[in-house]
């Protein structure tokens, strides 16, 4: 009876060290997808920033022309 026992027990925990696995791959994987669309965002922030910049400039200079008339 113990080694039926011990059998059993045996296959519980190794689906459940399966179960683990997959759900830390899965974790890891999802981390990775986080990580790179941050990056894809950090980068479009920082392109939109510089064309705000860019933008303000440009107003500043034709306010610049417009009050000098």
Known sequence: M??????????STDSLNKRIKYTDDSISRYERSI???QTTLQRRFTAME?????LQA????LSSIV???
């Open 58 to 61: 440009q107003g500043n200079q």
């Open 35 to 37: 990580e790179s669309y």
């Open 2 to 11: 113990t080694s039926s026992t011990e059998g059993l027990f045996k296959i």
């Open 67 to 69: 009050y000098r008339q």
């Open 50 to 54: 510089q064309m705000v910049s860019q």
